[in-house]
């Protein structure tokens, strides 16, 4: 019986079609939004002091590492943040120098600009907490005792001018020192509101400051929080000043950074990730979101129907009678359907409950899938495009399983 080629190469193409736009998405180039509260750590290009900053002046930051979230790269290393000095004080003979700030533009390395809202904040413990009492205080640079450059602290109210704040640090101030910033020094951004910037495909992998901004990562975090007594909310996956509070006290208490961002050391420590054990065993808590978990799926039915084009097999199954078969071959096609299946599977765990054992399972389960189609592309005769396609893939996966890169 002869097999009409024209029917199996209409189907092929359209895979192929498929796939690009499908490979277009997993790459990430859409906008993702990080929310407000989240920090972000820079340094000075320029000295800052006091005697001879002038309100309205500008002056340069540079962001410190890379602010992934969810695995995306946002912010590159190297990227820029404006600041701008708000008010400015020199130091009198009895009075300390001040300096206040804000932020409002950033400029990721490849030049494209975003307004931003931010402040400043420290993550230094004893000035994080002075400064999280109160929410709606002024956060300035004074001139500190002891011949340091600078030291943070809150005061006075956001409601009322500047000047006043003066007034409000009272004894703070009676060294009459000037703010010395030289160029360099690290400082901390947080957002006053959300910050929306296209993503610039998948982080290589997780580092320390990787952010997670899913809301089933942040409903992971609240619960956790809440029964070490932290969070006393309710678990609603948004990131809110209740959360970010508790993360910072839990931050302060574990040693680690204290930006009230959910990071990966944070979410590492309280054990919603975990690294590969003695014994083999690796602990799956993470999980991808519900937009992340639908493109995946779809990748993977695109990546399947392109290699079954590929061998000039039906829609229905029928292979060729016109080529020969290897048994590898057909090995992967079969190992990349079932990976589609369980990428189907996993979309529907992660839209329809919030059930962390029942998710852990499920990334497992999708991990091992992945594991099969290694196994048989190692020994399958596939093309570039197929291997190109499914390395994407094991990027997105390598998000969630720390084993798995």
């Known amino acids: 019986m002869q097999t009409d080629l024209s029917k199996l190469l209409v189907p092929s193409l359209a895979a192929i079609t498929w796939l690009a736009s499908v490979s277009s998405a997993v790459q990430a180039q859409v906008r993702r939004t990080l929310p407000e509260g989240t920090v972000i750590l820079v340094q000075t290009r320029q000295p800052l002091a006091s005697q001879n900053v002038k309100?309205?002046?500008?002056?340069?930051?540079?962001?410190i590492d890379m602010v992934d979230a969810d695995g995306f790269t946002l912010i590159p290393r190297g990227s820029r943040i404006r600041g701008v000095?708000?008010?400015?004080?020199?130091?009198?003979?009895?009075?300390?120098?001040?300096?206040?700030?804000?932020?409002?533009?950033?400029?990721?390395?490849?030049?494209?600009?975003?307004?931003?809202?931010?402040?400043?904040?420290s993550t230094d413990s004893a000035e994080r907490r002075q400064i999280d009492s109160d929410p709606n205080a002024r956060v300035v640079l004074y001139g500190p005792r002891g011949g340091l450059g600078a030291a943070i602290a809150a005061a006075g109210s956001t409601n009322r001018p500047a000047s006043g704040i003066l007034g409000a640090l009272g004894g703070l101030l009676?060294?009459?020192?000037?703010?010395?910033l030289p160029a360099g020094t690290t400082l901390a951004v947080q957002l006053l509101r959300?910050?929306?910037?296209?993503?610039?495909?998948?982080?290589?992998?997780?580092?320390p400051n990787s952010v997670f901004t899913a809301t089933d990562r942040?409903?992971?975090?609240?619960?956790?929080?809440?029964?070490?007594?932290?969070?006393?909310?309710?678990?609603?996956?948004?990131?809110?000043?209740?959360?970010?509070?508790?993360?910072?006290?839990?931050q302060i208490d574990k040693g680690i950074v204290a930006t009230g961002n959910l990071d990966w050391r944070t979410a590492r420590s309280l054990g919603l990730v975990t690294t590969t054990t003695a014994g083999?065993?690796?602990?799956?808590?993470?999980?991808?979101?519900?937009?992340?978990?639908?493109?995946?799926?779809?990748?993977?039915?695109?990546?399947?129907?392109?290699e079954r084009g590929d061998l000039s097999i039906g829609a229905s199954g029928a292979?060729?009678?016109?080529?020969?078969?290897?048994?590898?071959?057909?090995?992967?096609?079969?190992a990349l359907s079932a990976f589609a299946d369980n990428a189907s599977v996993y979309e529907q765990v992660v839209t329809n409950g919030p059930n962390s054992d029942g998710a852990a399972g499920a990334t497992r389960a999708l991990v091992s899938a992945a594991r099969r189609v290694d196994t048989a592309l190692a020994q399958a005769n596939t093309t570039g495009q197929v291997r190109t396609a499914w390395s994407t893939i094991r990027q997105q996966l390598g998000a969630i399983a720390s084993d798995y890169r």
């Open 55 to 63: 309100a309205g002046q500008t002056f340069d930051t540079q962001v």
């Open 85 to 121: 000095i708000t008010y400015a004080q020199a130091a009198t003979r009895n009075q300390s120098g001040v300096i206040q700030v804000t932020f409002d533009q950033i400029t990721v390395i490849d030049g494209s600009v975003y307004p931003m809202s931010a402040k400043l904040t």
């Open 174 to 180: 009676s060294e009459g020192r000037d703010v010395q």
């Open 194 to 207: 959300p910050l929306t910037l296209r993503s610039r495909g998948m982080a290589v992998a997780m580092n």
């Open 218 to 250: 942040i409903r992971a975090a609240q619960q956790e929080l809440a029964r070490l007594n932290y969070y006393r909310g309710v678990a609603t996956g948004q990131i809110n000043e209740a959360t970010q509070r508790a993360l910072v006290e839990y």
């Open 280 to 306: 083999g065993d690796v602990g799956f808590r993470v999980m991808l979101s519900s937009s992340e978990a639908a493109s995946l799926r779809r990748a993977a039915q695109a990546l399947s129907a392109r």
């Open 319 to 334: 292979l060729s009678s016109r080529r020969q078969y290897a048994a590898s071959d057909i090995e992967l096609w079969f």
